[in-house]
């Protein structure tokens, strides 16, 4: 069987005590949560470093709460947790359409959004999910704590804001009135990351979409935020031919690779084709129209 | 470099220095000589190597050893209790569930887990708790009738047991 | 222990003899208690890890393995240069080819063996994996069957004397090239298509590995090793390794599934071997499972074109030209005298005037293997190949696919019939399976719905296929592998309890061997099945015989089971005689006893026969005391098992994805001993087509790398892809095999592919113009071909 090589293992009983251990061991550290994506990549001798530091006992990262007008999500909250809450169903949608999705019930036990966030695989669908649903996440370092947009969390390729003696804490969802929430998925079996997806939200305004969110997974080297198409739905009428345009600008502004998942022309078409279901969907629900 | 790790596995309290980096699977297996758990993948596909941590199913060649230090395991060989076969065994054994028998374990830790939580599952639901586990034998048709022979059965025992 | 209702009666439990009879072995299975390969623990066993080339193709410039034994924990490093010093740097293969155990001068597949650490445990062992510096050279490879023969195709092969290009094994041939010829120039419609069976593999949930066990001091050779025939294997290592075998000892473990992988002997095995007999200790080895899928048995890769022609509303020639693709070492495992297998079944069930099939083979730089994954010897490849182009005759003929079928379907009276390729079918009544699938199906039903769901944009498919299988390889005179009879021994014995040990050559792999064989004795000599042990997989305790695979078990080693039971039935028969003072031949039976005809309260029970024949009373005239028989069987035919798969698919206009909503499988294997067995290979079968046919596949980018060394990437269906599979049954017993039975473990996975594939196209064809498509019918690749450019895996 693989496995990984040797490192030096420590437990965090804090989220202080985390982080002045990251100061301290500096940057052959990484935090584990879930694990997940962490030690397959160990295994594989992909990624190798001398010290752990567990934040699983860090509880208190572990929550799904309402306060001042956010959806807070701690950043130790696992995939299962997000499956179920059902206050987060009733704001944001789409986290249940998306975790029914990622990876297997098995792995959802142990999988966290924290990890899943700063591991920052293009692939992954909590990324295009919070850009969707216009996110911030909280990180923390020994200086304090700041609060960062998605768009400036994801920096690049499995690169994220979270500094090497930070760890991000909390993910936060801004709650609007009359939104609406989708995520679609292609996978070539379950359990498989995305061929291509795609997040949407939408908030109505007097009967035309007063806000949108449009984030991709899958399709670049870093999640694809679609500010193009949310651009073209603010204050129009929702209609097919309206969805259609936006996925039309989700299939231009995406830029896939071509792999064992796909052609390049396959993944923008399911793009496009994604865009348009989960508006569609998001939209539905906005107008409690779901069938 | 060793760190001592203590936990609860099927109940009984253990203790053991072990290198930080061995996975869950090989303490279970090599450590404690508790072999029904089984690899076959090392990516966390397959689910051959499901076990039991605080009662929620997870896949032990994905998690180390140390990570479980304070924590309560269980294993395919806690579901015996004292010469009685666990429902989910029995159910495996009635409706042909297994065939090589290496994803047994596994699936039945998964399954069991799914009952405890939901007592009278669809043929759906069991097919998505056990969507994380691959059987290269039965094409998963009578572990699904397995599920439901151990949920009807378990219901029916409730039932006389008022 | 606690029942519940509507139980089935007891006997109907519990059969003393054919049935559904519950499983012996789930016992200690779903206890955890099986014993796995890796749960053997042998005192002072190390542990070995192999490093593999990075490269598909590359000259090996040095190896150095200082960093590696300075390692504290590692005990020995072995590379291609310890092994020539035993002689063992290179081994037979199963096709008469040779095999690198560790790459010396070049490595010719991305993978391959270099060199094989020992030490103390698992972790440092792959520690010092990454100690091992090794130079390389890169060399172009070749991933291409076709391109593999180029003229200016680099040369594989070179360690091979006299070999120029990269021709595997010369062309074969099977039937009558002009009277082929003939039935094309005489057809009215004429099909072609080129069609490729890609790699995949058959990826067993536990991988591949070995503990070997040389005691220097009595030159013993103890291994413990899962694999599906561990008599051949004996041979094969005594052979290799220049050891006595009758001082060799083979114990297969449970084994978790083989499907084929578990049947050759792998690098790993030799370095094993090679490694307790240097280090005096038992030596462990277990691949991972990037090393199984990338290096040991690949299934299938068959790159073929074929031409298929009809006359009069009815298929009457087929025309078949194949490239096989064996990787950089010919191991594949058939028969010897049949380098491409039993595909020259490729005629299928039909009536043909003529057929004319012709297979070359190929080395690339890609890892060896062609083992048959859960396949009769390229059957699988024969029948999909038949099948798909059937569907295409039917769709330029215009014509219903089933009734192509039913038009052009050897007969029941034509039986037994020869085909234009020289196998002699025993017996079938194909129609009526054909309507039996049809009627689970609702067949004109499902077409209707096929027809609303097309006027409102839906797309969905029914596909059949129909095959005919040769399995329990087989007769002597006309096979064998590597010198060796393709026969099975049983050894039965009846002990004075009137219990009994009945001990085979097969060994199973989880299809049920403790209970179904147990149940053959039952039927055959009344005792119940629990009071039988079977004893399998240990060459000291076994007869010799060539295992499980190729659906042998039941036609060969059940036959034998059945044959040496009727032995001993007739012995008992003669003792009952003196026991009863009358003659034999007055001597009626019934399970479990004999009776004096005309005076049935007057008999024997079997249990009492065994009590006289080991007691201190007189035996019949010139009789040793005793129950029990001895059998080699050698099978007077293959048999023909056969069946009618119908499957509904439904494809996503827009993603293209492809869902599998229902399949029928109607087989007819002929007596089915523990049709609750029978009815699990089905289910497992047909999992894994469903799995070659959407998603299964080795594939190669241009340098070689493998891009499906995981099961990340090389996927496997999980219960989500798998429909509620609908089953049904006919019964044409097989007229040679004692039982009647033909054997089915294969016959699921060799159907369900070209239904699927049939299925997909069918779903596809009005609507997009797909006439074809290669497997995996992934949603990229159905997207393709629904954008009118299919592409071939690669």
Redesign the interface.
């Known amino acids: 069987m693989q496995t990984p090589a040797a490192f030096e293992y420590e437990r965090a009983t804090s989220v202080d005590g985390a982080i002045a251990s990251l100061e301290r061991l500096g940057s052959e550290a990484r935090v584990i949560a879930g694990g997940h994506s962490l030690l397959p990549m160990m295994k594989l001798r992909l990624a190798n470093p001398e010290h752990l530091v567990d934040i699983n006992d860090l509880t208190e990262l572990s929550y799904i709460r309402e306060q001042e007008g956010e959806i807070r999500i701690g950043a130790m909250t696992r995939h299962v947790d997000l499956l179920r809450s059902d206050l987060l169903a009733q704001h944001f949608p789409l986290f249940r359409d998306a975790e029914t999705v990622i990876a297997d019930p098995v792995v959802r036990n142990r999988g966290t959004i924290g990890g899943s966030l700063c591991q920052a695989d293009a692939a992954e669908d909590l990324s295009a999910v919070c850009a969707a649903a216009k996110a911030s996440v909280v990180i923390r370092g020994s200086g304090g704590e700041r609060v960062v947009s998605m768009d400036g969390f994801h920096v690049g390729p499995f690169t994220t804001a979270v500094g090497a003696a930070e760890i991000l804490i909390e993910v936060r969802l801004p709650v609007r009135p009359d939104g609406g929430s989708a995520h679609e998925k292609v996978e070539r079996r379950a359990g498989d990351w995305a061929i291509a997806a795609a997040s949407a939200a939408v908030w109505m305004q007097d009967g035309t979409i007063g806000d949108a969110g449009i984030a991709l997974s899958a399709v670049g080297l870093t999640t694809i935020h679609v500010t193009r198409a949310e651009e073209l739905l603010r204050g129009k009428a929702p209609s097919d031919e309206l969805f259609a345009e936006a996925g039309a600008i989700a299939s231009e502004d995406c830029s896939p690779a071509s792999d064992g998942r796909g052609p390049i022309d396959y993944k923008r078409h399911l793009a496009g084709v994604l865009t348009q279901r989960a508006l569609r969907r998001a939209t539905a629900r906005a107008l409690h129209q779901e069938a | 470099m060793t760190i001592n790790v203590s936990m609860t596995v099927n109940g009984a309290q253990v203790s053991h220095d072990i290198e930080p980096r061995m996975l869950l699977v090989h303490f279970v297996r090599e450590t404690l000589e508790l072999t029904g758990t089984h690899w076959g993948c090392d990516t966390s596909n397959c689910g051959a190597c499901v076990v039991r941590i605080d009662g929620q199913p997870v896949k032990s060649c994905t998690i180390l050893a140390a990570m479980c230090d304070g924590h309560e395991v269980a294993t395919v060989e806690s579901l015996e209790v004292e010469g009685q076969l666990d429902p989910i065994q029995m159910g495996f054994h009635e409706r042909h569930a297994l065939q090589c028998g290496f994803c047994t374990p596994g699936m039945l830790m998964t399954t069991r887990a799914l009952l405890d939580e939901n007592p009278d599952p669809t043929d759906h639901e069991i097919r998505v708790a056990i969507s994380g586990a691959i059987c290269r034998c039965t094409g998963y048709k009578n572990i699904v009738s397995a599920v439901r022979w151990a949920a009807e059965h378990e219901a029916a025992t409730a039932n006389r047991e008022g | 222990?606690?029942t519940?209702?509507n139980l089935p009666s007891p006997s109907a439990e519990r059969p003393i003899g054919f049935g559904r009879l519950?499983?012996k072995?789930?016992?200690?299975?779903?206890?955890?208690?099986?014993?796995?390969l890796?749960?053997i623990r042998l005192p002072g066993m190390v542990h070995g890890a192999i490093l593999r080339s990075p490269y598909a193709h590359a000259r090996v410039v040095s190896i150095d393995t200082s960093r590696a034994l300075a390692h504290p924990n590692v005990a020995a490093v072995v590379t291609a240069k310890d092994l020539e010093t035993l002689g063992l740097a290179w081994m037979p293969t199963i096709s008469y080819d040779t095999q690198a155990v560790l790459a010396g001068d070049k490595v010719r597949f991305q993978g391959q063996e270099v060199a094989f650490v020992i030490a103390t445990d698992?972790?440092s062992a792959?520690?010092a994996l990454?100690l091992i510096d090794v130079e390389y050279e890169p060399l172009p490879a070749i991933v291409n069957a076709r391109k593999a023969l180029d003229p200016d195709a680099p040369l594989i092969r070179d360690d091979k004397a006299g070999q120029h290009d990269n021709l595997a094994s010369p062309t074969w041939e099977a039937g009558d090239e002009e009277a082929t010829n003939r039935a094309f120039a005489e057809a009215d419609t004429v099909v072609s298509r080129d069609i490729i069976y890609p790699r995949c593999h058959p990826?067993?949930?536990?991988?591949c590995g070995i503990i070997a066990d040389f005691n220097p001091q009595t030159g013993q050779l103890n291994i413990w090793n899962g694999n599906q025939a561990p008599h051949a294997h004996r041979t094969v290592y005594a052979h290799v390794a220049g050891l006595a075998e009758h001082m060799i000892r083979i114990r297969c473990s449970?084994?978790?599934?083989g499907?084929g992988n578990k049947v050759p002997v792998y690098p790993g095995y030799v370095c094993a071997i090679a490694g307790s007999i240097v280090a005096g200790v038992p030596v462990k080895w277990?691949e991972?499972?990037?090393e199984n899928l990338v290096s040991t048995g690949f299934a299938r890769d068959y790159v073929m074109r074929a031409e298929m022609c009809s006359k009069d509303g009815k298929i009457t020639g087929l025309r078949v030209d194949v490239i096989a693709d064996h990787g950089a070492f010919d191991s594949t495992a058939q028969p010897t005298k049949f380098p491409a297998g039993f595909f020259h079944i490729v005629c299928g069930s039909y009536d043909l005037q003529a057929s004319h099939v012709k297979v070359k083979a190929v080395y690339t730089n890609k890892a060896p293997g062609g083992v048959a994954y859960r396949c009769s010897f390229r059957i699988t490849e024969a029948v999909y190949l038949v099948e798909r182009m059937v569907d295409a005759l039917a769709l330029k003929m215009k014509a219903d696919p089933i009734d192509l079928r039913m038009r052009s379907f050897i007969a029941p009276g034509q039986f037994p019939y020869e085909t234009t390729t020289g196998w002699t079918y025993d017996s079938g009544n194909y129609a009526e399976t054909m309507k039996v699938a049809m009627d689970i199906a609702g067949y004109d039903d499902l077409r209707r719905e096929q027809r609303e769901k097309r006027e409102r944009g839906e797309l969905m498919g029914i596909g059949v296929a129909f095959f005919t299988e040769g399995v329990g390889a087989g007769p002597r005179k006309h096979m064998d592998i590597l010198g060796l009879a393709m026969n099975d021994g049983a050894d039965l014995r009846v002990h004075p309890s009137g219990k009994a040990v009945v001990s085979i050559s097969a060994q199973t792999?989880?299809?049920?061997h403790e209970t179904t064989f147990a149940q053959i004795v039952a039927e055959e000599l009344g005792i119940p099945p629990e009071d039988i042990e079977v004893r399998q997989g240990d060459t000291d305790k076994s007869p010799y015989g060539l295992g499980t695979y190729g659906s042998r078990s039941t036609p060969v080693s059940g036959a034998a089971v059945a044959v040496v039971s009727r032995k001993v039935r007739d012995k008992a028969r003669l003792i009952a005689a003196t026991m009863l003072e009358t003659r034999p031949e007055d001597l009626a039976w019934e399970k479990g006893r004999w009776y004096v005809k005309g005076d049935p309260e007057k008999g024997a029970m079997i249990e009492d026969i065994a009590v006289r024949a080991y007691g201190g009373e007189p035996m019949p005239e010139g009789m040793e005391g005793g129950l029990d028989a001895q059998v080699i069987y050698d099978p007077p035919n293959l048999t023909y098992p056969y069946g009618a798969y119908i499957a509904v698919v439904d494809v996503d206009p827009?993603?293209?994805?492809v869902t599998v909503r229902r399949f029928i499988a109607v087989d007819d294997c002929g007596v089915r001993i523990n049709p609750?067995?029978v009815?699990?290979?089905?289910?497992?079968?047909?999992?894994?087509g469903i799995g070659i046919a959407?998603?299964e596949l080795l594939?190669f980018d241009a340098e070689g790398n493998c891009?499906?060394s995981?099961?990340?990437?090389y996927?496997?269906?999980?219960?989500?892809?798998?429909p509620?599979?609908e089953l049904g049954e006919t019964v044409t017993p097989c007229p040679h095999h004692p039982l009647g039975a033909k054997g089915v473990g294969e016959s699921p996975n060799v159907g369900s592919p070209p239904a699927i594939v049939n299925a997909v196209i069918d779903a596809l064809y009005e609507t997009h113009g797909v006439d074809h498509i290669d497997m995996p019918c992934?949603?990229?690749r159905v997207?393709?071909a629904m954008q009118g450019r299919p592409e071939p895996p690669q």
């Not at chain 3, 827009?654 to 994805?657: H, W, Y």
């Not at chain 3, 995981?710 to 990437?713: A, E, L, P, Q, V």
């Not at chain 3, 996927?715 to 798998?722: F, G, K, Q, S, V």
């Open positions: 222990m606690a519940i209702e519950k499983r072995e789930d016992a200690r299975f779903i206890r955890g208690q099986g014993t796995y890796d749960d698992e972790y792959n520690d990454q990826a067993p949930l536990e991988t449970d084994i978790g599934g499907f277990i991972n499972r990037t792999q989880g299809q049920g827009d993603t293209a994805q609750m067995i009815d699990g290979q089905i289910h497992g079968g047909l999992a894994e959407l998603m594939s891009l499906n995981s099961f990340m990437d996927l496997i269906p999980t219960a989500l892809e798998c509620d599979f992934t949603p990229a997207w393709a």
